[in-house]
């Protein structure tokens, strides 16, 4: 049973058979109720991003935003299944404190429930660590909060609502905060494939390749480095196909 509904969310069934919440402030699901909320996650940042990463001894990690957690959560349940043994660090800034302090209500699925624990500390302390992981919640803007880490993070999962009804995290200036603290082998995963998103992002010097995976919509991986055995997007030939495409600004 779950107590989670309030006046600003509601719990909706996604199609993986997972939990994911509709937002009212927003008018939007947290995840793609058509890819299913935990494997949207996993297919669209965590697979891709791990592929890359999964053999350094530490992995820093930007989780834009927590919302209800499962880009986190799927993370830790990825290093549980595959006995992965880097050290992981996991930094998450989200606006919404009530939505936060609701989380032990929320039916996560059976794949996170080794993770009750962490979650209820992280509802009461922002901050869970152990052996193998270091997992801090920031509770306000995250426009400000990236501003403090330089050339630090190894993955970026850039999982904000869209830029429609959130545009302040997918602008060019945004953008080039991110280019500031992320390593220069560093990936940003996102599911968004908007020309507008993807010239933010070339903008600040990112290449920009595209993520296919079955079952589920394409999206988009960016690092600074060039990635071998990706799709690249011929960022040129969008730009000269679409003369009046522009990026999001601040
Ligand atoms: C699509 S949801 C994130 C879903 C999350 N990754 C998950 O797996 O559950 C977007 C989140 O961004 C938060 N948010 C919106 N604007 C923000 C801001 N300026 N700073 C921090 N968080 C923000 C919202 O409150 C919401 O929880």
Redesign the pocket.
Known sequence: MNNFNDELHTITLSDDGSYTAY?KE?G?H??STKDG?LHE?LVKHVYPSFAIKQNQEEITIL?I???????TLATLYYHKKNNLTSKINIYS????SS?VNSLNDFTYPKEFDAFKEIIEILIEKGVYSDEYFYIEIFI????EYIKRFENKFDIV?Q???SPAS?P??WTQEYFKDIKKLIKNDGILTTYSIALAIRLALYENDFNIYIHSAEGIRKSTLASLASLEGLELVNMEHKIACNPDASSLRD
């Open positions: 937002s927003y939007e947290y995840h909320a996650s989780d935003c927590f919302g209800l957690g499962f880009n800034p989200e606006l919404d939505l306000g803007d995250a426009r999962y999982d904000a609502f959130n302040i995290l």
